[in-house]
Structures are given as C-alpha cells and as structure tokens.
C-alpha cells in the first residue's frame, strides 16, 4: 500500500470539522481523499467554503505536511510513511557508494587532558591541514552532560506536533531559535532527511535565552557555555601555529563572534541509501565542535582520492572541524572538508554542532601574520554576513562555496 493516512498527533489548523481523512500519496500526486458534505448539512457560503479549505488541505503533499505546516520530517515520518516520498531520492551520484569507502584509514583522535603539551598542538594543528577533521578524548566535558544534551534533543522532538510548532522558522515564538527541514528547502532540488532546531548565542548574552523551548533550554545554555572553553582552546592552538600570539577581542569576534548551535534530528529512514541526512557540504564556521550519539552515519572526504570515511563514533569524544572562515584566514593552510550523513534504518539519530563563526559584520581574509613573508592571499577580504547570506541562499553543493571567497 502506497497510501497511509497522516495521523500525526495533532493535525494543523485548518477550517474542517474533524472528520476528513488525510492521506499521504508518498511518492507521486496527493491522492483526493475528502469528506462529501454533509447530506443534511445547510448550504450555507460557510460550509461551502470550509469544504473547499479542506479540500485544500487533502492535496497536501508529504512536503507540505512536514514544511508549510510546521509539522517538519518528525511529523510526517510519525504519520506513517511506508515509501520513501520522491523529494527526498538522490540522484544516484548524491548517494554514497559503498565501493567509495575507505575503511583502511580513520580520523586522528587527540587526547587533550594537557592542553599545553606542544605534542598535543602539534597534532591538532597537522590533522587540521591533512584532514580538516578529528577527535578529540579527555576534553574536560562530563560524560553525564554529552548525554543529557542528547536526551535534550530527543526530549524537544518527542514533543507533539504543536508544540515544536511554535518554534517554526518564521514564526518562532522566540528570535533566537528557529525550527526547520532539510537544509534550504526553498533552493534544494532533493530535499534533505532531517529536522533541526537552530539556536543563535551570542557570547556573553544571558537573556534570549529566556525564550528558548523550556525542554532543552537549560541543558543547550550549559553545554554551550562550557564548550566554549574548547573551541577558544582548540582556536588559541591553532592560530598560534599561525603565528598569531594572542587573541584580543577583535580577533576573537572575527573568530568566534556568533555561535549557532544545532540539534539535528535524523527521523529512522526506510530506504537511507537513496537519500541524505544531510548532503555534501563543508561547514562556512572557523571550527565546528560536535556531539553525535553512537548510531553513526557521519562521512568525511578522504585527504586523497575521491573515497569517504567514516567517523566512528567514540564514547565521550567530540568531532572538531575546520570550516571555511578558517581555511580562508589561514589561506589554505587549514582545510574545510567536505562530508555529509546519513540517516539510520532503524533507529533516530541525533547530532549537536556548535558551529563557532566570525561575527556577522566581521571582515575577513587571509591573516597578516600567514602573509607576512609573501605569501600570496588567495581569498579576498570580505564580510562575513555577505559569505553567510550566500551559502544559506543555496542548496548544499559540496565545497563549491569557498570560490564565493576567492581572489578574482
Ligand atoms: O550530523 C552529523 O554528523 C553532521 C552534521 C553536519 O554536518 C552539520 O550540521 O552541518
């Protein structure tokens, strides 16, 4: 059976009486499923007007339900999906091939118990250029708080329908955290499988987060705070190796001057290998810290070659990587790399990123420091709002993005 009836908690508003059966045509035209009016029902305009609104809303299509009514692939995947519905199938060249994996390599993982061991700055700053990614053990953040934002994540998705509504993109209850779908689903041809509840801090900001949705809020503010420490350690590291000996509050704005963290929601996919998480892409950040559960799915470019690797999952550790502010900054000698996820057949996999960006008005280019002795800058200096509003304008497209930042 194609078809299975939308029967999520609680359906959107809309003019019904409660009665019209919703049906989910997953892979092809929304099936016509509609109440005929009532036989001893009164012609009046009202009720021929609220049959015509629920005829409406009886073609809504699977991306309609998840998108325009704020149910998001949560929703729609509670209400029953028994195909994969066609706007989320990759094209074949999206998917990831098998025969793509490198399974003799794996990312370095630092042990960071002594930040000041030069042997520990060593190795974070040679896997930053060789692979843009690595792991990081014994970085100071309880086990118990890792776990407790995890089931914060799947404390604000298990809310019903209504609830995680409020927060919806546009019109969020709250300015500083947005729900959405797949990635930029205005712009994407294939939509991406995964929800994800976005949340703006600024640093030192205690208030807005007065807003922010109270099954999650004090355990996202916690971890935030005490990650900071790590991405400030992780930036001091690396900048060092840059030949910049301190960071003042200028270059720590350019740095780390808006914080976005995620809750990325991976809904059990029927068919994961026809679709993505989230696609290739590299992060627009300077450094990117990030939590996943012990599911696993997360794929990393391989320094050589065109293979993919996976990013085993470790008890306790945390994923950093280098985004495009930094490999811009460094004029290359840090990398950005590309990687993407994919979603569990069985089971709902949950990933937290604390992406640490410049400020939104910062200018940013090729560090003085990396071109003090000639070297040649290879981006241009730019804002980096401008870099922002052109990556959040398109759908994912690999590494592509950077070029925006190059040297004409
Ligand atoms: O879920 C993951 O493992 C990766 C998430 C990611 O790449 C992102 O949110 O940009």
Not at 85 to 105: H, N
Not at 304 to 318: K, M, R, Y
């Amino acid at each position: 059976m194609l078809n299975r009836q939308i029967r999520g908690s609680s359906p959107p508003p809309r003019g019904g009486d409660g009665n019209h059966v919703w049906k989910l045509w997953a892979t092809g035209l929304p099936q016509l499923h509609v109440q005929p009016l009532k036989q001893k029902q009164a012609y009046t305009i009202g009720s021929i007007l609220q049959h015509y609104i629920s005829l409406w809303f009886s073609l809504l299509s699977p991306i309609q339900y998840a998108q325009k009514n704020g149910n998001g692939l949560k929703g729609l995947v509670d209400a029953g999906l028994e195909t994969l519905p066609q706007q989320y199938v990759q094209p074949p060249e999206e998917r990831l091939d098998v025969s793509e994996l490198v399974s003799k390599e794996s990312l370095p993982t630092i042990d960071v118990s002594n930040w000041d061991d030069p042997e520990v700055a060593k190795s974070i700053c040679e896997a930053a250029s060789k692979w843009g990614f690595f792991q990081i053990i014994n970085h100071g953040l309880p086990i118990e708080l890792l776990e407790s934002m995890k089931s914060a994540v799947h404390g604000f998705f298990g809310l019903p329908n209504e609830e995680r509504r409020k927060y919806w993109k546009g019109q969020s209850v709250s300015n500083t955290v947005f729900l959405t779908t797949s990635f930029s689903p205005q712009s994407e041809k294939v939509l991406e499988w995964k929800d994800s509840l976005n949340f703006h801090y600024k640093p030192g900001d205690n208030e807005s987060s007065a807003s922010w949705p109270p099954v999650c809020k004090d355990q996202v503010l916690d971890y935030i705070k005490r990650a900071e420490f790590i991405i400030k350690r992780l930036l001091q590291v690396l900048l060092k190796s840059l030949d910049v000996e301190e960071i003042d509050k200028a270059k720590e704005y350019a740095l780390m001057g808006s914080v976005f963290v995620n809750l990325n929601y991976y809904p059990h996919c029927l068919n994961p290998e026809l679709t993505a998480g989230i696609g290739r892409h590299a992060d627009l950040s300077t450094i990117t810290l990030l939590l996943q559960d012990d599911i696993g799915g997360l794929y990393v470019r391989a320094p050589e070659g065109n293979g993919w690797i996976h990013v085993s999952p470790i008890d306790g550790a945390l994923v950093v990587n280098i985004g495009d502010a930094l490999q811009i900054m460094s004029n290359d000698r840090y990398r950005s790399v590309e990687h993407r996820a994919i979603p569990s057949r069985s089971r709902n996999r949950v990933s937290i990123p604390i992406f640490a960006n410049p400020g939104l008005d910062a200018s940013i280019g090729p560090l003085p420091e990396v071109l003090a002795s000639g070297e040649k800058p290879i981006y241009r200096q730019l804002i980096y709002g401008d870099y922002l509003r052109y990556y959040l304008a398109k759908g994912h497209e690999g590494k592509k993005t950077i070029d925006f930042a190059k040297k004409g």
